[in-house]
Every structure is written in C-alpha cells, then in structure tokens.
C-alpha cells in the first residue's frame, strides 16, 4: 500500500471515530454529551474533519471523501489512484465506525431506540422526501468541494478553512438529511452496523442507502464542472 493510500485511510478512520463518537456522545442514553444537541454535533464534524485533515494532509492531500476526490480528478487538481483512495475511504470509515461501537458499547446496550443507534452510524432524513433529500445531499456537497476548489486557489491550503466550512454546511444545510456529504462518511458506517452484534438494532434501512452515496457525488461533480467553467 502506498503512503499517499495508507494516510486516506488513517485520516478517514480518525474523522469517523470523532464524528460518529459526538453523534453517540450526544444520542445515545447515559453519556455525560446525552442531548447536548445539533450545534455540538456541527462543530464535533468540524473539528473531526480538522483532525483527520492535519493527520493525511502532508501525505495524501487528506480528501478522506469520495466526492471531493472525484470533484479534485474532474479540475485536474488530483491525478493519483482514485479507486485506491477512495477504497481507502471506505474501509477507513468502518474501522472508525467500528472503533465508536467499542468504545460507546456499554451506552448502544442501554439505548432502547434502534433508529438512535443507526443513527449514529449512517444518516437518514428528517422529512423523508426523495427529491428534496437528494437536492439537500447534493447541495451541500456542491458548496463543500466548490468551495474547497476555491481555498486552493486563493493558496488557503489547510484544514482549518476546511473545519469551518463543515461546521457552516452543518449549521445552515445539514439539519434535513444529518448532511452527510461524503459516501465513504455513510457507506462505511452504515456496512459496519449491518454487520455488528449490536443489541436491539434495527435494519441498516438500505432503501435510504443510495442518496448519501450517488447525491454527493453528483454534486462534486457539479461543482468541478462550475469551476471549470469560471476559472
């Protein structure tokens, strides 16, 4: 495995493990975080995607996101092995997710709700509504990887815009669908609680499974051909 592969990975496993760790610190029952709420979850996503990001960026360039590596490959601002990252993604993702499941386990055996334990894992809609679901994945994925094109251009390279470009995207577009805006963010966790001896779980509601995947690639793609045409 080359480094560049190697770090997507490790990045990825660490914006799952804090990610989905504050969505279990403030969903499930008994945690010191229980209902702490939405702005909490937000700013959990930034400083996870912070995290994550400083940890690859030196050696891979810390996409840790399929779409944004697609979005990067259709501008010409990435010309590596996209298939090896983005696999690096999703197998990074369920090892964070796996690693959250350990380390909240107690507190997913006390939580009576299957639809708050899939829910730290994967994302589902608040109003269940296909068009406006996919529109609200798309949207919010084509502000992140335009926006992230953006940064590079301006020479704001880093994660910290990145970190505030999350929170923002969640405080303002994410509260319709819990803005997954990333395939690997949702793919990997959701095989993951598929796949767990979690008590009193529920289907990992794989009707639902395809948007957070196909919507934010569509909407990196979007973005890159936007850029394109502007720059």
Same mark, same amino acid.
């Given at each position: 495995?080359?480094?560049?592969i190697?770090?997507?990975?490790i ?9 989905g760790g504050?969505?279990?610190?403030v969903?499930? #029952?008994?945690?010191f975080?229980n209902?702490? /709420? ?14 994550g *990001?400083?940890? @690859?960026? +030196? $050696?891979? /360039? @810390? ?7 697609? /979005?990067l ?11 090896? $990252? ?18 909240? #386990?107690?507190?997913? =055996?006390?939580e009576?709700s299957?639809?708050t334990?899939?829910? &730290? ?19 919010g ?5 335009f ?7 301006a020479?704001? =390279?880093? +994660? ?6 999350? &929170?923002?995207? !969640?405080? *303002? ?6 803005? @997954?805006?990333? +395939?690997?963010? =949702?793919l !990997? +966790?959701?095989?993951?609680? *598929?796949?767990?001896?979690i008590?009193? #779980?529920? =289907?990992?509601?794989?009707r ?8 934010p690639?569509c909407?990196?793609? @979007?973005? /890159? ?7």
């Open positions: 495995m080359s480094h560049d190697l770090f997507e990975f990045g990825t496993a660490f914006l799952i493990l804090l990610g504050v969505c279990a610190n969903s499930l #029952k008994k945690t975080g209902r702490s /709420g939405w702005i909490v979850i937000t700013f959990g996503w930034g400083f996870a995607v912070f995290v *990001a400083f940890i @690859a960026a +030196p $050696y891979s /360039g @810390a996409h840790l996101n399929p779409a944004l590596t697609l /979005g490959a259709i501008t010409g601002s990435f010309s590596g092995n996209i298939a090896g $990252y983005i696999i690096a993604q999703i197998l990074g993702a369920m090892t964070g997710a796996c690693l959250v499941y350990l380390m909240y #386990k107690p507190h997913f =055996d006390a009576e299957a639809d334990k899939l829910g &730290v894992f994967a994302t589902s809609p608040a109003i269940p509504h296909l068009f406006s679901n996919f529109l609200s994945e798309f949207i994925t084509f502000v992140l990887v926006a992230i094109l953006m940064v590079g251009g020479k704001m =390279d880093g +994660p910290y815009p990145v970190a505030i470009l999350i &929170v923002a995207i !969640g405080m *303002a577009l994410g509260g319709t669908t819990g803005y @997954a805006i990333n +395939p690997a963010r =949702d !990997g +966790p959701r095989i993951v609680h *598929a796949l767990l001896p008590k009193g #779980k529920r =289907d990992s509601n794989w639902y499974a395809w948007l957070p995947v196909v919507a690639i909407g990196a793609v @979007a973005a /890159g051909l936007l850029y394109l045409a502007v720059l």
